[in-house]
């Protein structure tokens, strides 16, 4: 059987529970979702959190919001991220492997070449690619930080099947239930210039992108003909459930 793929992003909010530290449960969690799944699906993951690992670690001297301080954070961050990953995946049985891609990666079409060879060679091999922004070469023109559109780019070059987003919200809600405390999901749309409408510029404690950026992938995934799902990262089994319809979750049609 052809398995589907899916493009699994996750956001700082989610790894951290919206915690200062990133949650060895939640990483638990989704390597046994990813295990339960492994026959019919295989993973991509883009995985933010380098930041929010190191921040639990050390303290820098200027532990601003400088963007040096925030790629010397990201630079002692990755490692132990990645060894979070490795061990708690191990225990299930997954195999994971790390790559670090910059935007401009994207606009060079060897390098495109490169990326779509190597993680397709990972894929088949049963390793989980888990990837980040190369923080340490990424700039303020190109948006550093941002990992909702590195994942809308990579579904859209190892075409996906499906995009998931896993942020701290029930997906997108619309404006007037958020103005009112009584958030309601949008459920499916296919309009995204409507959905945009809905946003405000609001972000969680370690988030970047904030919902804006979510929707900017969706229309990078939209126009390659994928799906993108906005879901809870926060709830426990929110791929599954997402999957299942057993949960409420923004549907971005293709
Ligand atoms: N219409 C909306 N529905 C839901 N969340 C919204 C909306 N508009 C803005 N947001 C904000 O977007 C945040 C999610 O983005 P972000 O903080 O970047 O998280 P992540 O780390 O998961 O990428 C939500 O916590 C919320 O504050
Ligand atoms: N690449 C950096 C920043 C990514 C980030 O915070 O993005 P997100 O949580 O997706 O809004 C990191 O791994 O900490």
């Known amino acids: 059987m052809l398995k589907k793929r899916i493009l699994l992003k996750i956001g700082s909010n989610t790894l951290t529970k919206d915690t200062d530290h990133i949650s060895r449960g939640k990483i638990e969690d989704i390597g046994r979702q990813i295990a339960a799944l492994k026959d019919q699906y295989e993973f991509i993951i883009v995985s933010s959190g380098a930041i929010a690992a190191a921040k639990q670690f050390v303290k820098l001297e200027h532990n601003g919001e400088e963007i040096d301080v925030k790629q010397a954070l990201a630079s002692i961050g990755q490692p132990h991220l990645m060894r979070i990953f490795q061990e708690n995946f191990r225990e ?3 195999f994971t492997s790390q790559c670090l891609l910059s935007y401009s990666d994207f606009e060079k079409e060897g390098s495109k070449i490169n990326i779509k060879n190597t993680i397709n060679v990972l894929v088949a091999n049963n390793f989980i690619p888990i990837i980040n922004e190369n923080d340490t070469v990424a700039t303020d023109e190109i948006k550093f930080g941002d990992n909702d559109k590195l994942a809308g780019l990579t579904a859209a070059l190892l075409a996906a099947d499906i995009l998931i987003i896993a942020t701290n919200t029930d997906g997108i809600y619309t404006k007037a239930s958020l103005a009112s405390n009584t958030p309601k999901t949008i459920t499916s749309v296919s309009d995204l210039d409507e959905l945009s409408q809905e946003i405000g510029d609001s972000k969680s404690t370690h988030g970047t992108g904030g919902m804006q ?10 126009n390659a003909g994928i799906e993108t799902w906005i879901t809870n990262g926060l709830a426990d089994n929110f791929i599954i459930d997402a999957i299942e319809n ?7 049609k293709a």
């Open 213 to 222: 950026s979510k929707i900017d992938a969706a229309t990078i995934a939209k």
């Open 92 to 94: 299930l049985g997954l």
């Open 246 to 252: 057993k949960s409420v979750f923004t549907k971005i």
